[in-house]
């Protein structure tokens, strides 16, 4: 990891296991939030560490995906950081509003680092996961940190492609939930997105899910999936090849650019919301197994 950190905390939250917290990365300062369970005891925790999606910021996700609730239920420590210019360098091509396409790559290390150094956070149980652009985030931790992540989820959305390429560099268990009908960030992948906003970072082209999910198999050298109908959802899981690895695909009936199993309404264009399964304890169940 290049660059320097240091980290300070402000009061905590109405909650009194919630912080908002800041970090110095490369001479910048980010801010994350923190969700540890009141009645957890001293020690390190699993530790999962969740992407929001692009426009929005940390406590929407949290809001929208309710993981703090499912990770209580599992004894895991959450922490949401806040995107600069609320939006993730999910790919590797710089732009210029992102000159350096690797400077949220360096800041979820440092993070990592400064959650481990201070007692909150088992390194060897480190997981990633994100909405949409962050999903593409959490897609891009594991394929190039394969040593730091033990496990990761994305919830609509997809490994950059094109320019922007991101290819998995080793073995990590991975989780893809999908809507069928997304109409943001389709099934079938953008490689050639629209113009963005005036001022605004350009969008990142991405591969299909499909397509993301073999590119982790391939990784880990599994084999041809297992394809199942569920009600509400198709699943196909790549089994552990020689690296131990599992890689799981569910793709939602009907589903939208959507959290399955949400009770917060969607923004308007971004479809329905599943309820065939909740995404955040399908997420968490899925990642608990891994460990590095």
Request: no cysteine; net charge negative.
């Amino acid at each position: 990891m290049s660059g320097s950190a240091s980290a300070s905390a402000s009061a905590p939250t109405a909650a009194a296991a919630d912080s908002r917290e800041r970090l110095t990365v490369d001479g910048g300062t980010r801010e994350y939030l923190v969700h540890r369970s009141a009645a957890d005891g001293a020690g390190p925790r699993p530790l999962l560490i969740a992407f929001h999606g692009r426009g929005a910021d940390a406590e929407n996700l949290r809001k929208q995906s309710g993981l703090d609730r499912a990770a209580e239920a599992r004894g895991m420590l959450v922490v949401y950081p806040e995107a600069v210019g609320k939006a993730w360098g999910a790919g590797t091509a710089p732009s210029a509003q992102r000159p350096d396409p690797d400077a949220d790559v360096r800041f979820t290390e440092a993070l990592v680092a400064e959650l481990v150094r201070t007692g909150r956070a088992d390194p060897h149980r480190v997981y990633v996961a994100g909405f949409s652009n962050g999903g593409s985030m959490a897609l891009r931790m594991a394929a190039q940190r394969p040593d730091l992540v033990a496990g990761a989820a994305s919830v609509s959305g997809e490994l950059p492609t094109g320019a922007a390429a991101v290819k998995p560099t080793g073995p990590v268990p991975v989780l893809i939930v999908y809507g069928a009908e997304d109409p943001v960030r389709p099934l079938a992948g953008l490689p050639s997105p629209g113009p963005a906003g005036p001022g605004e970072e350009p969008i990142t082209a991405t591969m299909s899910a499909r397509a993301s999910a073999e590119a982790f198999a391939a990784a880990g050298g599994a084999g041809d999936p297992a394809e199942e109908g569920k009600p509400g959802y198709d699943s196909a899981t790549w089994r552990p090849g020689p690296a131990g690895a599992t890689v799981r695909l569910l793709v939602m009936h009907g589903a939208g650019h959507t959290w399955p199993g949400s009770v917060v309404p969607p923004p308007a264009g971004f479809g329905p919301v599943s309820t065939a399964l909740d995404a955040s304890s399908t997420v968490l169940d899925f990642l608990s197994a891994g460990r590095r």
